[in-house]
């Protein structure tokens, strides 16, 4: 069995997949203080609720957004799993061409989202990922990566209203009644839920006019369905696009 991992600046997600099907997942908050002997306890205490076992992980695949995070992984998977993992970064084969300026500044993640949603859904289209940040990326028909698109994250945002004015409350991430909002918990959440549907659609549409046609629309991530359903231009939700996107790299680099 395969456990692909995905280390996010918010969230760190694992899936253990078994051929092509995900068999468990599981998503904790990112922690740059644990060691690896730390994430193998809570590990221990998760795999058996799943019908598994550390002897059962026969190769690991690692996506990271928090380079530190990237040697506890590696120690975890050697010294637990006995294997040694692949990471994603330059060299790695993906199936995916990176046309922009500089290739190296593309986080692995949204290289892995785009490989597994093109190879979901063909092309061209335009991959949402609602995570700390929000990000559109653009991916031609062929599957070449193009760029994209960068906001604050929905809950940054929500926490940078907090933190900066002083009579704000927090406020939970839960759709308002209406977008006028009676007090000031229900105008913040029209604010940030309403106002990122409006960013996300004057987004896709600007993208979909420079890609030349009606691009698909996948998104993932954390808070993908609470946008997801205030809006049409949204065509699948797949909240676990990098975990197969991990699975589909590690095939292909296991061909070379």
Known sequence: ML???????TNLVLGVFEGERLKATWRFSTDVHKLADEYAAVLANLLPLKGLAFSDIESAIISSSVPPLVAVFE???QRYFEVTPTVVGPGTKTGVRISIDNPREVGADRVVNAAAAHRLYG?????IDFGTATTLDAVSAEGDYL???IAPGIEI????????????????MVRPQ?????NSVAAMQSGIIFGYVGLVEGLVARMRKE?????????TGGL?????????IIDALEPDLTLIGLSLIYELNLRR
């Open 178 to 182: 209406k977008a006028i909002g009676g």
């Open 3 to 9: 456990l692909a991992t995905d280390i996010g600046n």
């Open 157 to 172: 945002s929500a926490e940078a209203l907090f933190e900066h004015a002083a009579k704000l409350p927090r406020v939970e």
């Open 123 to 127: 092309g061209p289209l335009i991959v």
């Open 211 to 219: 890609l030349g046609g009606k691009a698909k629309v996948i998104a």
């Open 224 to 232: 993908a369905n609470i946008i997801a359903k205030e809006t049409t």
């Open 147 to 149: 760029g994209g698109a």
């Open 75 to 77: 120690e975890l998977c």
